[in-house]
């Protein structure tokens, strides 16, 4: 069983259209986070959620908007798709915010604007 | 300045060798720090994590931590040609939640 499962694997979309990647972890962990990785390797935080209340938003466009129905799900959708927008996109889970905790991290949405 | 840095490399080692890999970073009130392996294409995958100054190990790891020079680095025992990767650092930013901050990653090759 995957601990961090996102879908989908691979997005390939044009500029302006509206997509969602999804989140699950079946770890029971409280806190879920979203990063962006770039085409050289830099992770950067997008946000996070510890028991479905939002923790962390970065400086990100409002195009991005997270949404966690439960504490074992996160989900990330973007309006208006724009190109600077390609990148993989990681999941991770974290036991709670205690900074001793280790993040386990998703497969990776690899996400292609054209 | 980053608040990780690290050298990105590339870090080319002959199979046997040991691989070592540095990571400084500016925030003096973190207290975690951690080592990911991520092989291309795929996800980042903990490899060591490490809270108090001083060295730890596990099998043919070792990361060690010096929080007066804010530092903290990777060894890589007998490098096999598998452990070619990038290997990120990620450090804990302090009252956040546990946010962590990552390096930019050093490409290391193990060449057989």
């Known amino acids: 069983d995957t601990a961090v499962s996102q879908t989908p694997k691979y997005l390939v979309t044009q500029m302006g259209n509206d997509k969602s990647i999804k989140c699950e972890q079946n770890?029971?962990?409280?806190?879920m986070y979203w990063y962006k990785q770039d085409s050289k390797k830099f992770l950067k935080i997008m946000f996070s959620?510890?028991?479905?209340?939002?923790?962390i938003n970065e400086t990100v466009p409002n195009r991005f908007s997270p949404k966690s129905p439960d504490k074992a799900h996160l989900n990330l959708h973007i309006n208006s798709l724009e190109l600077g927008d390609s990148a993989v996109y990681f999941c991770?889970?974290?036991?709670?915010?205690?900074?001793?905790?280790?993040?386990?991290f998703g497969a990776g949405t690899r996400l292609s604007v054209l | 300045q980053k608040e990780v840095e690290q050298n990105s490399g590339p870090l080319s080692v002959p199979e046997g060798a040991i691989a070592s890999l540095n990571c400084t970073y500016s925030?003096?009130?973190?207290?975690?720090f951690f080592w990911y392996r991520q092989y291309s294409g795929k996800s980042p995958e903990l490899i060591m994590s490490?809270?108090?100054?001083g060295d730890k190990e596990d099998g043919r790891f070792t990361a060690q931590l010096n929080k007066a020079s804010q530092y903290v680095s990777l060894l890589i025992r007998d490098s096999q040609p598998s452990d070619s990767a990038t290997y990120l650092c990620?450090?804990?930013?302090?009252?956040?939640?546990?946010?962590?901050?990552f390096g930019t990653g050093t490409s290391l090759t193990v060449i057989p």
């Open positions: 959620y510890n028991n479905k209340e939002l923790i």
């Open positions: 770890l029971g962990h409280d806190t």
């Open positions: 990620a450090v804990n930013r302090p009252n956040t939640g546990n946010q962590f901050y």
């Open positions: 925030d003096r009130g973190s207290q975690s």
């Open positions: 991770a889970s974290s036991q709670d915010l205690v900074s001793l905790n280790i993040q386990y």
């Open positions: 490490i809270y108090s100054n």
